[in-house]
């Protein structure tokens, strides 16, 4: 599909590219390139690869990645609804690739939403560690909680914060930091014809500022010996390298990645030639006395539309030196202690344990409301009752009536706006727990006593995600993931497609009532 670009973006991109522009030019004849992402959290890329219901075609540079054949609606599939795979541009994967996130790592998705790319560090970190992530924009946090809670993340905070505020409460705290910053979208023009009509030749400048601000907020919150991915759909170099050099100059304890420290045959080597003719006067980069900064920010990457399959990205590694013979974590550590003894696990009111708890708003001032004490021990119950589920040493904590299992203490999160404190597992009302749908969302069918499974293949799986109630005999209520049948099966079911959880049921005599949520159902014909 042929596009008009802008005239200044053109002359840009030809000082940019060289000989080689007339390649880029011919990229926008071509349609855009689908993908998706495995969700491992719920299956392995090589069990999807089995049974996917797609052609698929690897992504190199992303193992759980792969290519659809263009007509592809993978939306409109089960699986989709069971978050077995994400919905992603393919160069969009990598970043976090880059990120190198292993589980136990404390990462942070600075510029999160819709959340593809915290669903990405969730997979890698496979329940370890925990991740906070965050959306400035209050509507765009939506999608962020809903694709957070959609595949299965138990172990992320969402916030919606500014960078500097958030730098308040975590400071020297993550060893990871994504920055998948605010930018022109240069790079969606193919796919996204309303970026091309937006884009004005001061774009570029308009957003430079912004992510100055938030890379400096992000160096606050980085450990020594610490990890930021700076990454944008754009190729401005104003941006892109021009960004990094302009922060290298201004944080003498960073370092540049250098390409060659994680070769690929399918990035490109950053472009400094445009900004040492041009400098970033307006961020104070000149290009002669700064070409030392200059030179290094090329060490950056960048995927363009025209060498590989994907619509482009720009992509910069870098690392907050160590303190020799010193604490990796500043002042952190002090701070932990006091956190760790404001908030201790406690036993419920009837002595168990297994629930670790801190004072809500309503126990603090109870009149009448039902306190996080009974909350937790109704939560207990509901365990003891329908699943195999170890909540762990992590901190349930109660918003109102609503409990969350937080991978971080509470004291961390006070002040900030929080749009989930943790796993959101369910809440009391009328003297009783209800499981949230997020609950469901996150298990694995062998932690549930009852398991209900439904076919992706008869219309059956449909059926359920639309919010109808089905007839299930029951002999299909079994036991977790084994085939033991449950002999007096009642109450809450974990609904399955092919063996993944997609929400809860309540069988009774025959007939599944559907609790999946009528916000979440399918909607297409």
């Known amino acids: ?3 008009s670009l802008p005239v200044s973006f053109e002359a840009k991109m030809k000082s940019l590219l ?11 004849h071509h349609s855009p390139q689908a993908g998706i992402r495995v969700n491992t959290l719920k299956i392995s890329a090589a069990s999807f690869k089995e049974q996917s219901p797609f052609a698929l075609r690897p992504i190199p540079w992303c193992e759980t990645g792969f290519y659809l054949e263009e007509g592809t609606r993978p939306g409109l599939h089960p699986y989709y609804h069971a978050g077995l795979y994400y919905i992603q541009e393919p160069s969009a994967m ?52 809903k694709n957070i809670e959609l595949y299965g993340v138990r172990n992320a905070v969402v916030l919606n914060e500014s960078p500097e505020r958030i730098a308040g409460a975590f400071p020297g705290y993550f060893n990871k930091i994504l920055i998948d910053a605010p930018c022109s979208g240069e790079g969606m023009f193919r796919k996204d014809e309303d970026m091309l009509k937006h884009w004005k030749e001061d774009s570029p400048l308009q957003y430079a500022g912004m992510q100055r601000d938030i890379l400096a907020s992000a160096a606050l919150m980085l450990e020594p010996g610490g990890t930021i991915v700076y990454s944008t759909c754009t190729f401005s170099p104003e941006e892109n390298e021009g960004m990094i050099a302009v922060f290298l100059k201004e944080h003498e304890d960073f370092t540049m990645v250098s390409e060659k420290d994680a070769a690929s045959p399918w990035f490109s080597r950053g472009e400094s030639a445009w900004l040492l003719q041009h400098g970033l006067p307006e961020a104070g980069l000149d290009p002669v006395q700064d070409d030392a900064y200059i030179a290094a920010a090329a060490e950056s990457r960048r995927i363009w539309p025209h060498r590989v399959e994907g619509e482009g990205h720009f992509m910069a590694v870098l690392r907050k030196k160590e303190i020799p013979g010193g604490s990796q974590r500043d002042d952190s550590n002090a701070i932990e202690r006091h956190l760790k003894e404001q908030v201790k696990p406690k036993k419920d009111r009837r002595g168990k344990k297994g ?8 126990e603090r001032n109870p009149r009448g409301k039902q306190s996080d004490i009974d909350g937790a021990a109704l939560l207990q119950d509901f365990i003891e009752q329908y699943l195999h589920l170890d909540l762990g040493g ?12 937080s991978p971080v203490p509470e004291e961390r999160l006070k002040g900030l706006k929080i749009v989930r404190a943790g796993w959101y597992l369910g809440q009391v009302k009328n003297g009783r727990f209800v499981p949230s749908h997020p609950l469901a969302a996150a298990l694995h069918p062998q932690e549930a006593s009852q398991v209900v499974n439904l076919s992706s293949s008869n219309g059956e799986a449909v059926r359920y995600l639309k919010g109808e109630t089905l007839e299930i005999g029951h002999d299909r209520v079994k036991r977790g993931a084994g085939s033991e049948v449950v002999q007096q099966p009642k109450g809450y079911v974990l609904v399955c497609i092919d063996g993944y959880a997609a929400g809860w049921g309540k069988w009774q005599s025959g007939m599944l009532k559907n609790e999946y949520p009528a916000a979440w159902r399918w909607t297409s014909v």
């Not at 629930?355 to 309503?362: A, I, K, L, M, T």
């Not at 992590?394 to 299992?405: E, K, S």
């Open 394 to 405: 992590d901190h349930v904590i109660m918003h109102g009536q609503h409990l969350y299992r």
């Open 355 to 362: 629930v670790s708890r801190v004072q809500s708003r309503d």
């Open 18 to 28: 060289g000989d080689d522009y007339e390649s880029f030019r011919q990229s926008y």
């Open 1 to 3: 599909m042929a596009h």
């Open 94 to 145: 990598a970043p976090v690739e880059l990120l190198g996130v292993e589980p136990g790592d404390r990462v942070l998705d600075l510029c999160a939403a819709p959340g593809g790319k915290s669903t990405q560090i969730a997979a890698k970190l496979a329940g370890s560690g925990h991740l906070v992530t965050n959306d400035i924009h209050p509507d765009r946090t939506k999608a962020l909680a």
